[in-house]
């Protein structure tokens, strides 16, 4: 994969984190399991096939029956999900109200039979998987007390996807943490909001000035320092209140974290604005579009040697998160279990597996061609022998005033 995440709208893109168990995308199995909405339950088959065959004498209604090869507890879940679609008689399956809610439209004219194929993966902090039924996608994450459906979008029905809330903000932290260094509580070289709106296909990216002048926990000073002084959780605060957003989480890295995922996506393609040769950042790269691996990409966002500063560099940051959002766009739903796995093994979240699931299943759903780049417009200014930004009040409210849906007039 040549993206990075996206993210996260698309979650996706700078943060690291602990390793967690190096598991690649399972293919789709050849064994099949029945499951409707389960009476009775008989296995036949070794403990370490985990196949199990469950048939049922439902009550009246519409029978709905789901073969899958998964171990019990996600096809026991899936199972439960649909029976419940085709018999409200049965007991509500265990899955967020919301989601339950949005599917509770859905009428079936006559019993079905579904075939699933299932993709799960070994991630830092549990497992997660996606079960595709034809057009069906269904989200599952396990953070140790079982399987759990997080979202789906029942295509088949004619329904929109639900992904959790359908207006969503997240905050990309990069470091500026070298090699060798702790590589989260270092200052913040690069500090977006992203936000994606999931009913219209769209997003932003609001990029804060490094050197903004902020208000912090202990007294005033330049919102890179907060990361390092106090540590992302206040990082995420001020933000919110810049912002006035409600941003429920944060995905953070530091150089090699970043450089490690960028290269393990398979680099990601940016069209660089023009050539730079800057030795500080080691930016030394032609104008024009390429596929840049984790140094240069890394390069490419740190050099603020540049017109604009900055600024600039702030900008530029966002065009490597759009590429990443790009480059997730040519791939297949089932590709999110590994792409999260990849993600969480380079960065560090305050997000739950579910949250982290239901965003990455939300970058496939954006049309890259509507996410909107922008940085917040500020003044640099000299005080006590440093350079500060002062955030321009009306174009900060300018810019978040509008952003509530998650979308930003690029006018």
Not at 135 to 141: C, E, G, I, K, R
Not at 202 to 214: L, T
Not at 295 to 316: C, K, Q, V
Not at 353 to 370: P, Y
Request: one cysteine or more.
């Amino acid at each position: 994969m040549r993206a990075i995440l996206s993210f996260v709208l698309t979650a996706t893109v700078v943060a690291c984190s602990t390793p967690g168990p190096e598991a690649a995308t399972t293919s789709p199995p050849t064994t099949t399991v029945t499951t409707a909405a389960v009476i009775t339950t008989t296995t036949s088959t070794p403990p370490t096939t985990a196949i199990v065959t469950t048939t049922t004498t439902a009550p009246a209604g519409v029978d709905i029956t789901v073969s899958l090869s998964a171990d019990f507890g996600a096809q026991a879940a899936l199972g439960a999900f649909y029976g419940w679609i085709g018999d409200r008689a049965r007991p509500e399956p265990i899955v967020p109200a919301a989601l339950l809610a949005h599917v509770a439209s859905i009428e079936v004219d006559g019993d079905m039979t579904l075939s699933a194929d299932w993709y799960p993966a070994e991630v830092t902090g549990g497992r997660v998987g996606v079960a595709t039924l034809g057009d069906d996608v269904v989200l599952f994450a396990d953070e140790g007390s079982g399987w759990q459906i997080v979202g789906a979008h029942l295509a088949r029905f004619g329904l929109a996807p639900w992904y959790g809330s359908p207006v969503r903000h997240v905050l990309i932290v990069g470091t500026d943490a070298r090699p060798g260094e702790g590589q989260r509580l270092y200052r913040a070289d690069s500090i977006h909001v992203v936000s994606s709106n999931l009913a219209a296909r769209a997003g932003s990216i609001v990029g804060f000035p490094r050197d903004s002048y902020v208000a912090t926990s202990y007294g005033h000073d330049k919102l890179t320092h907060v990361n390092a002084t106090s540590d992302t959780d206040e990082l995420l605060d001020i933000t919110r209140d810049l912002s006035g957003l409600p941003i429920e989480g944060y995905f953070i890295t530091g150089f090699l974290g970043f450089m490690r995922l960028v290269d393990d996506l398979g680099g990601i393609v940016v069209d660089i604005p023009f050539g730079m040769a800057e030795p500080l950042s080691e930016a030394y790269l032609s104008k024009g579009i390429q596929l840049l691996w984790g140094p240069n990409a890394l390069a490419f966002s740190r050099n603020r040697h540049i017109n604009g500063g900055d600024f600039t560099r702030s900008f530029h940051q966002g065009v490597v998160i759009l590429a990443g959002l790009a480059d997730i766009l040519e791939r297949d739903i089932t590709a999110v279990p590994e792409l999260v796995r990849i993600l969480l093994q380079r960065t560090w979240t305050d997000l739950s597996l579910g949250d982290v699931l239901t965003l990455a299943a939300t970058a496939f759903e954006i049309d890259h061609s509507r996410v909107t780049n922008v940085v917040l417009p500020g003044r640099s200014k000299m005080f006590r022998g440093s350079s500060f930004v002062i955030l321009d009040v009306a174009g900060r409210f300018a810019v978040f005033g509008g952003l509530e849906d998650g979308i930003l007039d690029a006018g």
